[in-house]
């Protein structure tokens, strides 16, 4: 009796029931915040099972985020308490296997295994956070006792006129600290108990769950079919003007929409095609984006074009698709205009502008990667990376380009390092989303402008003095074509005829 005697007592003081409310507040919040997810394999997927961040909310629904979308909370389930679970999905896997598992589990499969992995998962996660929420606090406990015992030497000090001995105030107080501190392990340990105990039972409506659209409802929407059916080609191209061949010639049977999206006679989908002996599809449209081009209409050149993934849906199984976005996005042609005007375009204000940018179009191309994952014939896609336009070390006085008109500082070393590492940057997000649908990535052979021509063919790109700075030049689409030729194969040379 005397020890809970003793436990009543310290639960009344001011100080731990302070201390008791921000231990747990402290080491659920550390719970929560700092227990990393835990990876699994469900639904034939690589899920990351965790917590969301805290709130001061008293219910919310469990969440899914997924790359691409911001986050998808779970209809009709609301769980009450702090500790929610949220699952973290990577893009979808593009195997067979995962394929069916993303609509519906493979026949013959359980789906309580994949919701077993993910309810093991959450268990592992609790385990770890449960420690988390342990060490914070006993380290709260033990800084508020080390605090506990300064003062109280110094009231000692004053009332008496004389130090005390730390020895004899630190026993006096260790029962003090020992009581307060099992008290606030214990109410902190409890609380989490019942947070696991809601979002346990708050949970219970996933098991019904047989897929991911059951956990998350119909989320992506993908561009509908657009225009006539296309048969007899091999291929497709989409993206924008460095495909289409902005400055190119235009074919004499050019469509209002061909002239509007200024696709001429070399390019890409022309040069490969010609390499590859069959028809090649171009889609490629000047100006284009992933949000107004590819999966939504585009207005240019005074007409609408369908967007390119609804036309690339009507074509009768490609056997490949090669896509080349990204500057548009970025506004590229803004940020380097900036860097030619600007003195020094190393700014905070534009880095801040350019991650932005960036992250809004991580976001849109995973979409794109989604719309091409589930084409139906199951083409080989290729994505083209962007090139480097200079040379980080090209100079103003032997580069006309670098040193850009009069009327501007034009780009010094600096600033071209910084704009080839943005474009780095761009590739980055380029290849990483690619290759975890699968997909093939082609870098372009361009020799950047100022830099003399490998093979004596003349520049592979356009410079200020021509009608489109940047943009391939016929040399450079037909540099282009060789790595996509490369990865999608030449057609089997025909046997020769008999005689």
């Not at 231990?23 to 034939?44: H, I, K, R, S």
């Not at 508020?144 to 000692?156: D, E, K, P």
């Not at 289409?244 to 061909?258: F, M, N, Q, T």
């Not at 030619?340 to 350019?354: K, L, V």
């Amino acid at each position: 009796m005397g020890r809970l005697g003793g436990f009543g007592r310290e639960l009344r003081s001011p100080v731990t029931l302070l201390l008791v409310v921000a231990c747990t507040v402290a080491g659920v919040w550390a719970a929560l915040a700092l227990t990393p997810d835990q990876d699994v394999e469900a639904f034939g997927q690589r899920i990351s099972v965790g917590a969301q961040p805290p709130t001061a909310t008293v219910s919310g629904p469990p969440r899914i985020v997924q790359v691409g979308n911001t986050s998808l909370d779970v209809p009709d389930v609301t769980i009450y308490g702090p500790l929610r679970p949220q699952l973290s999905i990577g893009p979808v896997q593009r195997s067979e296997t995962a394929g069916a598992a993303v609509e519906s589990l493979a026949e013959g499969r359980s789906p309580a295994d994949a919701l077993s992995a993910i309810v093991t998962g959450f268990e592992e996660w609790f385990g770890k956070a449960t420690l988390i929420l342990v060490a914070v606090v006993l380290g709260v406990c033990g800084l508020v006792g080390s605090l506990r015992v300064l003062a109280t030497l110094r009231s000692t000090a004053r009332r008496s006129g004389a130090g005390a001995r730390a020895a004899v105030i630190a026993r006096r107080l260790s029962a003090k600290l020992t009581r307060s501190t099992v008290a606030a392990l214990a109410v902190a340990l409890v609380v989490w108990g019942a947070s696991g105990a809601l979002a346990v039972a708050g949970a219970q409506g996933l098991r019904d769950a047989r897929s991911l659209t059951d956990l998350t409802g119909a989320h992506h929407v993908t561009p509908s079919p657009v225009g006539p059916t296309v048969s007899g080609v091999r291929g497709v191209v989409i993206g924008d003007s460095r495909v289409a061949r902005l400055g190119g010639p235009l074919p004499p049977d050019a469509s209002p929409e061909d002239v509007a999206c200024a696709r001429s006679t070399d390019s890409l989908a022309r040069q490969v095609g010609a390499a590859v002996g069959d028809e090649v599809l171009n889609l490629a449209c000047s100006g284009a984006r992933i949000t107004t081009g590819l999966r939504a209409p585009q207005q240019t050149g005074g007409i609408a074009v369908p967007p390119q993934i609804g036309r690339l849906k009507q074509v009768e199984d490609p056997s490949f698709v090669v896509v080349a976005v990204g500057p548009n996005d970025l506004n590229w042609t803004d940020l380097i205009g900036y860097c030619y005007a600007a003195t020094d375009c190393a700014d905070n204000f534009t880095a801040g502008e350019f991650r932005y940018r960036l992250a809004a179009f991580d976001r849109d191309y995973a979409d794109l990667l989604a719309d091409l994952a589930t084409l139906p014939s199951r083409p080989r896609v290729v994505v083209m990376t962007s090139y480097d336009v200079l040379r980080p070390d090209a100079r103003q006085d032997r580069c006309p380009t670098a040193r850009g008109p009069l009327q501007y500082p034009g780009l010094t070393p600096e600033e071209i390092a910084l704009l080839s590492g943005r474009n780095a940057e761009l590739n980055g997000v380029l290849t990483t989303g690619a290759q975890r649908y699968g997909f093939d990535v082609v870098t372009p052979p361009l020799t950047p402008l100022c830099e003399p021509s490998p093979d004596g063919l003349g520049p592979d790109l356009q410079s200020l003095a021509d009608p489109h700075p940047f943009h391939p030049t016929g040399i450079g689409e037909l540099r282009l074509a060789i790595p996509v030729v490369d990865r999608i194969g030449l057609p089997p040379a025909a046997a020769p005829p008999p005689g």
